[in-house]
């Protein structure tokens, strides 16, 4: 049933963070994860998240992290199953900035008094939501204020509520509604969960020197984009997603991108931005270019759309990480052919990766790879690595049938990889130790965590034994 999880899952260490070396050197433009899910509380909508600005310090001032009005951030819907986007959100984002302060007074500070009163924030951010339909109809959704960085204490921190599950006035605030749409767009909490340090110090997820593993991402905070809307503005037809209509599962994935000139002024201002986009992040399911992909492909991934994945197909049908789990931890995973599990070129991974996983309600009845979709003629059912969900309901419920915030993606993704899903009984003991104490996500929309404060956050700041 599990074996979706192990395609996606060859990546399952570190979601998207910084796992490319061309990407890792932009931080706005670099996605550190995507979400997909129905909405807990309208089962009626779907929820889209996307997030930047890996290990983002909560306290970085004076110019906190933020989105940066040069990208072009995309949530894309594969509603039909042939790697092609028919319904593309695009955000933009703009930022001014004060001259003087509320003294009169050129400041080089993010605000004077509580951030929860926009006219005491001197650098502010505001983002149009664009709708486009098969590349051709283009209609702006929304248009909203971006919400306010976490300063500190001192800064109105209490108009945030990192530690709990209703979030601040401030988020609730910055939640823009447009008909039966809802986008929120500001910073929040990192709600992925691992122990980077340790992942990365040779594959030590097993506790080789007996020392528990942490989340090293906890007091960190990311940028997200959210966007909540009707399931029927999403389906091929616009009728409800059902199996019997042949329209409940989509595909999505985010990308991230920038002009394809840049030319940059000896003043430091004015610089020029010129040119078509140019996709520079791409993500679907976590995990996949962190540690599927060796660094050579990286950033052709990062570059890449669906429809060209067969490129990569070589390295999900063949498990360096398998490999390295074997040597490093003394496990038996399968890497490529392994008789006793019956698969070759591991094939529980390519079903999963490719297509979607029929046991895991993501695999649509009387699809079939190559073959006929349903009501959309000349099209055919392809083969490509995005994130799948069913929106009937149906389906597995957790990734990859879609991705909840707070879904252990690293223990799902270790554990395919070991083989969980082709029948090893091996596959699913293997495990990181880490799970999400100490985070706190919200019971609604956004779903993310208010953001940590710059001054009072887990294993920093003022607060070094655990925060909120």
């Known amino acids: 049933m599990l074996s979706t999880l192990a395609l996606l899952a060859l990546p399952a260490l570190a979601s998207s963070h910084r796992e490319a070396p061309a990407i890792s050197l932009d931080p706005a433009a670099d996605i550190t994860d995507f979400y997909a899910f129905r909405d807990p509380n309208d089962t009626s909508k779907v929820v889209f998240i996307l997030n930047v600005n890996p290990l983002e310090a909560p306290g970085g001032g004076p110019n906190f992290h933020r989105f940066d009005d040069n990208v072009l951030y995309s949530i894309n819907i594969d509603n039909e199953g042939d790697g092609e986007e028919d319904i593309v959100f695009n955000v933009q984002f703009e930022t001014t900035y ?55 204490t001192q800064s109105g921190s209490s108009s945030y509520n990192p530690g709990g599950s209703t979030p601040g006035a401030i988020t609730t605030a910055n939640i823009e509604t447009s008909g039966s749409y809802s986008f929120f767009a500001g910073p929040r909490q990192e709600g992925f969960y691992v122990d980077l340090e340790r992942t990365f110090d040779l594959l030590n997820v097993a506790n080789l020197d007996g020392t528990a593993n942490q989340n090293t991402l906890l007091g960190y905070n990311v940028h997200s984009i959210a966007i909540s809307l009707p399931i029927t503005s999403i389906t ?24 394809a000139v840049t030319v940059r002024r000896s003043t430091g201002v004015d610089n020029a931005y010129r040119g078509g986009w140019v996709q520079v992040a791409r993500l679907g399911n976590p995990l996949v270019n962190e540690v599927v992909l060796p660094v050579q492909q990286k950033d052709i991934f990062n570059a890449s759309h669906p429809r060209d994945d067969i490129q990569f197909l070589s390295y999900a049908q063949n498990s360096v990480l398998g490999a390295y789990m074997n040597v490093v931890l003394g496990t038996t995973c399968p890497t490529s052919f392994d008789a006793g599990l019956g698969i070759g070129g591991r094939e529980d991974l390519l079903l999963a990766f490719l297509t979607g996983h029929p046991d895991l309600g993501v695999l649509p009845a009387g699809f079939s790879l190559g073959g006929a979709i349903p009501g959309e003629s000349g099209k055919v059912f392809g083969a490509f690595e995005a994130l799948r969900i069913n929106l009937e309901g149906t389906g597995f419920g957790q990734w990859p049938d879609g991705r909840y915030v707070s879904d252990d993606v690293v223990d799902v993704a270790l554990g395919a990889v070991c083989g969980g899903l082709a029948g090893s009984g091996e596959g699913f003991a293997v495990v990181d130790g880490v799970d999400s104490t100490g985070l706190h996500y919200l019971d609604s929309f956004p779903f993310l965590g208010d953001p940590w404060a710059g001054d009072d956050h887990p294993n920093g700041g003022h607060d070094e034994l655990g925060g909120y």
């Open 98 to 152: 004060s001259a003087v302060d509320a003294f009169g007074l050129e400041t080089f500070i993010y605000n004077i008094g509580s951030v929860a009163d926009p006219a005491n924030v001197y650098q502010k951010q505001s983002y149009t939501v664009t709708r486009v339909d098969d590349g051709v109809s283009s209609v702006v959704l929304s248009g909203g204020s971006t919400a306010p960085i976490n300063v500190g």
């Open 236 to 259: 091929k037809d616009g009728l409800a997603a059902t199996a019997a209509n042949q329209n409940h599962v989509v595909s999505s994935w985010g990308t991230t991108s920038r002009r």
